[in-house]
């Protein structure tokens, strides 16, 4: 029996998921099914190794378990090898590094105020302290621009180039990605972290015929547990036929030690889910219900990052109303909705209290909401932040919240 005092604080977050709108893009609710993986007796066993080839005695169940996850992730991506061991996504991607590049070569990634990840090559990250990283920037616009990274790539010769964002709200253009990487003949890894449901839906092109190494996490928009894969693509084994090995060696030893068994049978259960035909469904609603509140918000005069999204996020850049991320972000969490503060482009502003909001649907997504629920959305995140400039009274929005809580429950 869970002690009182923890059950209490786990009944408090529960209420508090229930209670609130979760709008962070990086967040999203799990199946019953995937909870019970997660919380079963898996926990209990010791698994350093790999299938076949572990250093404990009583592995049988856990190798087919293993490689029922493998498995599914080779189907469901289309590739070759499949590693799911990591942790999460920051360990995933420090055992692509230790395993592909040494210490001070070049790599190259996005810039974190322009809507990359720490790992990316950030100098407060391992990646940033011990590698060599070049950073490329987004336009004024917020996109990319490739004749800027292409020549920022030959003038710098990055050794391994990683792509994808946390942060970026339009499709990533892989085969152009492709040709910066063979104009240096660099690794090219992608980190579909955000975006991996997006692809098995098909609402994103797949980086997979594209790249070396795929690296998802798999509790976002592939909705679940709480870790992480790591796949080698034909394209990657062509170039280096031992690259699965010296991603395997990299995960463990080299990172981590025994995985835990109890989040592998999540993921192989989560991947499941996401065979199914109703993921494509889901997936297409994200999509959908992202664009509709997009409108919502331009329609109110809000200034987006790109002008608005084509995938499950988007940015709302609040410098043209003079407030801040934290004011708007603490101002939408005390009616009830759930935003994460983050810099936009080319932002002066502390990264503590940037200039901008991002905002997702894949948690509400999964709640059941469409389209008309988005507008509501919209409107009452437009309603706090004229409330905010003095320009209306937005008391009414908590009741609009707490509405949509009680008719779209979480599940």
């Known amino acids: 029996m869970i002690d009182e005092t923890l059950q209490t604080l786990i009944t408090l977050e529960t209420k508090r998921q229930q209670d609130t709108l979760s709008l962070i893009p990086s967040e999203n609710y799990v199946s019953q099914a995937v909870r019970d993986c ?19 005695n009583g592995n049988d169940v856990i190798d087919q378990i293993e490689n029922l996850a493998i498995e599914r992730a080779k189907k469901l991506f289309g590739v070759p090898h499949a590693n799911v061991q990591p942790y999460s996504g920051s360990p995933a991607n420090a055992a692509i590094y230790f395993s592909l590049v040494t210490p001070g070569d070049i790599i190259m990634g996005m810039k974190l105020s322009a809507g990359g990840h720490l790992t990316h090559g950030h100098s407060v990250s391992f990646s940033g302290t011990y590698y060599t990283s070049i950073q490329y920037n987004v336009q004024a616009d917020g996109l990319i621009d490739f004749s800027e990274v292409m020549a920022l790539a030959v003038s710098q010769v990055p050794k391994l180039i990683f792509i994808g964002a946390t942060a970026y709200p339009r499709v990533i253009d892989w085969a152009e990605w492709r040709k910066v990487a063979d104009s240096v003949h660099a690794i090219l890894v992608a980190d579909i972290s955000h975006i991996a449901g997006l692809v098995v839906a098909g609402v994103h092109p797949s980086p997979v015929p594209f790249v070396d190494v795929v690296m998802t996490t798999t509790h976002k928009t592939l909705r679940g547990p709480r870790g992480a894969m790591i796949m080698v693509t034909d394209r990657g084994l ?41 993921f494509v469904v889901y997936g297409k609603q994200i999509v959908a219900n992202a664009k509709a509140l997009s409108d919502t918000l331009l329609s109110r ?30 101002a939408l969490e005390a009616v009830g909705i759930v935003v994460n503060r983050n810099s936009v482009p080319h932002d002066s502003a502390s990264p503590f209290d940037p200039s901008g909001i991002r905002i997702g649907t894949p948690a509400v997504t999964t709640r059941g909401m469409k389209e008309p629920e988005m507008v509501v959305l919209g409107n009452a995140i437009a309603d706090v932040i004229d409330g905010l400039q003095g320009k209306k009274d937005f008391s009414s929005v908590a009741s609009v919240v707490k509405k949509l809580c009680e008719q779209f429950p979480v599940v």
Do not use: W
């Open 301 to 330: 005069e809000l200034d987006l990052v790109t002008g608005g999204t084509d995938n499950h996020l988007l940015l709302i850049d609040l410098r043209s109303v003079g407030l801040t991320g934290k004011v708007v972000a603490d």
């Open 38 to 56: 997660v919380g079963s007796d898996l926990t209990n066993k010791y698994s350093e190794g790999y299938p076949g080839k572990r250093y404990y």
């Open 238 to 278: 062509a170039r280096d036929p031992d690259m699965a090995k010296k991603i395997d060696r990299g995960v463990f030893p080299g990172m981590q030690g025994g995985p835990h068994n109890h989040v592998t049978a999540g993921i192989a259960q989560c991947l499941a889910e996401a065979s199914d035909l109703s």
